[in-house]
């Protein structure tokens, strides 16, 4: 079944797209991340253009996120004054995003930005995920008893000024520093049209030193309203927000993601971690070999 | 007075007295679609370019030479920028650029005969008649085996992708005096208005040639969401982030109740 999409100019399957954004829904149902990670190159490896695929790929997002923050704000499990704080630095942070994306295309080096970008986070991240899984599943294979963390934010966040509390974190810290993490994740946000959870989990746990029981809930809190807010920053500025796109892939996501948080309570976390971690790994080797091999096309040509 | 009168009606006289001494044939063309319309399910075009060779007199010429129709179908044209991708310290980045004030956004170009075979290269440069002979007109002052590196480039990947074609011999001529093309006009075009030109040539040279026009646009609901993406941008990302949220939270509402 085709279909034209307005804003790319092109028509697609728009069978193909809808399982797509199915396929995605499920991983981020099943791993709670938005999965934003994944659809922006499946979509420019379908032929929509990188910019159209980045903007509409932020709609998703917001669409697969909104279910899980509900969810998490029923349990509790937001922290609703720190993700306050994270949004407020993830707004800041599109915007500036939005003016680095101009910048970056004008110069015509938007593409192999956008491609390093994603092989040092996703390498980072992956890398980091498959080590502390592979460490959990070995101890409980082996039986020996997991070493208790020590919860500690780091100590570059301690040394910030302006402490305040954070009740439902367990934190006495500076507002500075989840409003620097918060404007990070926005400039990423716009970039590479993730939400930016799977940096921002870890962020929380490690840098900051979060309670476990709110950190998922509060990522999502921020995704929301950032891929939000990057959808908008799309709208008025590259006008690259496809809604016919957007639309097709939620319809996917959105039915693919209850499936997924369905079937993640039958398997055990360090394994779901894992299996997240070589996904990201293979995504970040992917596009890793795409900038060293030889590209197909060595001419682009743009509207000026 | 009377003199003026008589140098007035000089070029009417010669105007009549033209077709006797030097009879030019006369196209008559049209296209299947004066208006193409892109909708949902829009998924490209194809045209039908057919029309009529009136020669004067109707007598079709007597000797032996043949007649020979060149039909190009043109987009809208842009102004472009093009890259090249070089690679830098182990990974492939845009390196060098051109840009081109008016290259053509679509060119189809079909003939009875390959082109190179009716025309010589003066001739088909005049008349842009084939890939070869696009006037690009680039907005640098690179050197020429540059601008042709960049030109086969861009042409490259138009052609690859639909946009650019030729198709030597793909014009009918039935009887000498009727003729039809088909042209594919891909879903990726740009909207705009596009021309179809059409030639006909004998003897290495340009007879007659007609031009008809076709518009290209968005329609319904296609043309109401690209105009509301350009003209009420705001509301639109209101919009698309107002559908993401309904989508998602119906999803979760409906998961909780099975």
């Known amino acids: 079944m085709?279909?034209?999409?307005?804003?790319?100019?092109?028509?697609?399957?728009?069978?193909v797209i809808v399982l797509l954004g199915g396929g995605v829904g499920l991983l981020s149902g099943m791993f709670g991340v938005g999965g934003g990670f994944l659809t922006t190159p499946l979509l420019i490896v379908y032929g929509i253009p990188p910019t159209v695929a980045?903007?509409?790929?932020?709609?998703?997002?917001?669409?697969?996120s909104v279910s899980g923050v509900f969810a998490h704000i029923r349990r509790g499990g937001v922290d609703t004054k720190m993700g306050g704080v994270l949004v407020a630095g993830g707004l800041v942070g599109s915007l500036f995003g939005?003016?680095?994306?101009?910048?970056?295309?004008?110069?015509?080096?938007?593409?192999?930005?956008?491609?390093?970008?994603y092989v040092l986070m996703?390498?980072?991240?992956?890398?980091?995920?498959?080590?502390?899984?592979?460490?959990?599943?070995?101890?409980?294979?082996?039986?020996?008893?997991?070493?208790?963390?020590?919860?500690?934010?780091?100590?570059?966040?301690?040394?910030?000024p302006l402490r305040t509390r954070f009740y439902r974190s367990g934190l006495y810290i500076s507002p500075l520093a989840p409003l620097l993490l918060g404007f990070f994740v926005g400039i990423l946000t716009i970039l590479l049209g993730i939400g930016g959870g799977f940096i921002l989990v870890p962020a929380m746990l490690y840098l900051l030193g979060m309670t476990t029981q709110v950190v998922v809930g509060t990522s999502l809190f921020q995704t929301l309203f950032v891929t939000a807010?990057?959808?908008?920053?799309h709208a008025t500025t590259t006008k690259a927000v496809d809604i016919v796109l957007a639309a097709l892939l939620l319809l996917g996501s959105v039915a693919g993601a209850q499936v997924g948080a369905r079937f993640a309570t039958k398997v055990k976390p360090e394994y779901l971690r894992l299996a997240l971690a070589?996904?990201?790994?293979?995504?970040?080797?992917?596009?890793?070999?795409g900038l060293g091999w030889r590209p197909d096309e060595i001419y682009s040509v743009e509207l000026s | 007075m009377k003199?003026?009168?008589?140098?007035?009606?000089?070029?009417?006289?010669?105007?009549?007295?033209?077709?006797?001494?030097q009879a030019k044939p006369v196209l008559v063309p049209d296209v299947s679609q004066r208006d193409i319309e892109i909708a949902y399910s829009f998924t490209g075009a194809e045209l039908l370019l057919f029309g009529a060779i009136l020669y004067p007199g109707g007598r079709l010429p007597d000797d032996d030479k043949p007649t020979d129709i060149v039909v190009v179908v043109k987009g809208p044209v842009q102004s472009i920028l093009v890259r090249e991708k070089e690679k830098v310290a182990g990974i492939w980045v845009n390196a060098a650029r051109l840009r081109y004030r008016s290259a053509p956004s679509f060119y189809a170009i079909a003939s009875s005969r390959p082109v190179a075979s009716l025309v010589d290269e003066r001739t088909q440069a005049i008349y842009e008649l084939g890939l070869n002979s696009l006037q690009l007109s680039p907005a640098s002052s690179a050197p020429t085996e540059e601008q042709d590196r960049f030109a086969r480039g861009l042409v490259d990947l138009k052609r690859r992708s639909g946009l650019y074609f030729e198709a030597p011999g793909a014009v009918e001529i039935t009887d000498g005096v009727l003729y039809r093309a088909r042209v594919t006009i891909p879903a990726r075009v740009p909207v705009g208005r596009f021309t179809a030109e059409t030639f006909l040539i004998r003897d290495g040279r340009v007879l007659a040639a007609a031009t008809r026009d076709i518009d290209i646009r968005k329609s319904g609901f296609e043309r109401f969401v690209a105009r509301s993406a350009d003209r009420w941008s705001f509301t639109y990302g209101l919009t698309a982030v107002a559908l993401s949220i309904l989508f998602g939270w119906t999803a979760g509402w409906v998961a909780r109740r099975f």
């Open chain 1, 2 to 15: 085709d279909i034209y999409l307005p804003i790319a100019n092109l028509s697609v399957n728009a069978l």
């Open chain 1, 54 to 64: 980045a903007a509409s790929a932020a709609s998703q997002v917001t669409g697969a």
């Open chain 1, 98 to 117: 939005g003016w680095l994306f101009k910048l970056l295309q004008a110069s015509g080096q938007i593409d192999t930005v956008i491609a390093i970008v």
């Open chain 1, 122 to 160: 996703l390498g980072s991240i992956g890398g980091l995920m498959a080590k502390e899984s592979w460490t959990a599943i070995h101890a409980s294979r082996t039986g020996a008893p997991p070493r208790p963390r020590k919860r500690r934010h780091h100590p570059l966040v301690a040394a910030l």
């Open chain 1, 229 to 233: 807010m990057a959808t908008m920053v």
């Open chain 1, 278 to 289: 070589i996904i990201v790994l293979l995504v970040a080797f992917r596009i890793g070999l």
């Open chain 2, 3 to 21: 003199k003026l009168l008589l140098l007035l009606l000089v070029p009417l006289l010669m105007g009549q007295a033209k077709p006797a001494t």
